[in-house]
C-alpha cells in the first residue's frame, strides 16, 4: 500500500494532525510526517515533494495557518495529489489560511478541506489511495455503515427522551 505523507508548516500544527494520524492508523494506512516550512526550510519541502513519488508515497496532506504557502509549494513539486489542511491561527480564525490554501493557480491543484480538517483530509487520503485498493475501499465502506450506525443510536436516544 502506498503511504500518506504529513507535512507541517510548525509544530503547533500537531494537536490537527494527530487527528489525522489517528484516522489513517485506524484504516491501517503507513505515514510518515515531517516539519517543514514554505518559508523557513523551502529546499527540504521540495526535495520531500519531489521525491516522494519514489519514496511510495501516494498522497501528501499539508497543514499551515496564516500565509499557508506550505500544500501550495509542496504542490509545485510533485504530480502526486495533494490535500491542504488550514489551520486556525489567532489573527483570523483560520480564514486566511483557508483562503491561502485554496487559491491555487490553474495547473497546480490542492485539494482544500475546512480549517483544521485533519480527519477529512486523512479520510480523503484513503478514498484516494482505495481507488486501486479493494481492500481499503472495504473498509472505508465498513467505517461509514459504522458512523450512520452512531448517529441513528443518537436519533433513537433523543426520539425516545422527547417521547417521554
Known amino acids: 500500500m502506498k503511504k500518506v505523507g504529513i507535512v507541517m508548516g510548525s509544530d503547533s500544527d500537531l494537536p490537527i494532525l494527530r487527528k489525522t494520524m ?3 492508523g485506524s484504516l491501517d ?3 510518515e510526517c515531517h516539519v517543514y516550512s514554505a518559508h523557513r526550510t523551502p ?3 521540495r526535495d520531500f515533494a519531489a521525491s516522494a513519488r519514489e519514496k511510495g508515497f501516494g498522497v501528501i496532506i499539508a497543514a499551515a495557518g496564516m500565509a499557508a504557502h506550505l500544500a ?3 504542490a509545485a513539486n510533485t504530480t502526486l495529489p ?3 489542511i488550514p489551520c486556525k491561527s489567532t489573527c483570523l480564525d ?3 489560511a483557508l483562503l491561502s490554501t485554496v487559491m491555487m493557480p490553474s495547473g497546480i491543484p490542492v485539494a482544500t478541506v475546512a480549517i483544521n480538517g485533519g480527519v477529512n ?3 480523503l487520503s484513503a478514498q484516494i489511495l482505495a481507488v486501486e485498493d479493494p481492500a481499503l475501499a ?6 461509514r455503515r459504522a458512523d450512520a450506525a452512531k448517529v441513528l443510536e443518537k436519533d433513537a436516544a433523543l426520539q425516545a427522551e422527547l417521547n417521554v
Open 22 to 24: 489517528d484516522t489513517l
Open 121 to 123: 483530509a486523512a479520510l
Open 72 to 74: 501550495g509549494a509542496i
Open 94 to 96: 483560520g480564514i486566511d
Open 138 to 143: 472495504a473498509k472505508l465502506d465498513q467505517k
Open 43 to 45: 529546499e527540504e519541502a
Open 29 to 31: 494506512i503507513p505515514y
Open 82 to 84: 495533494v490535500i491542504g
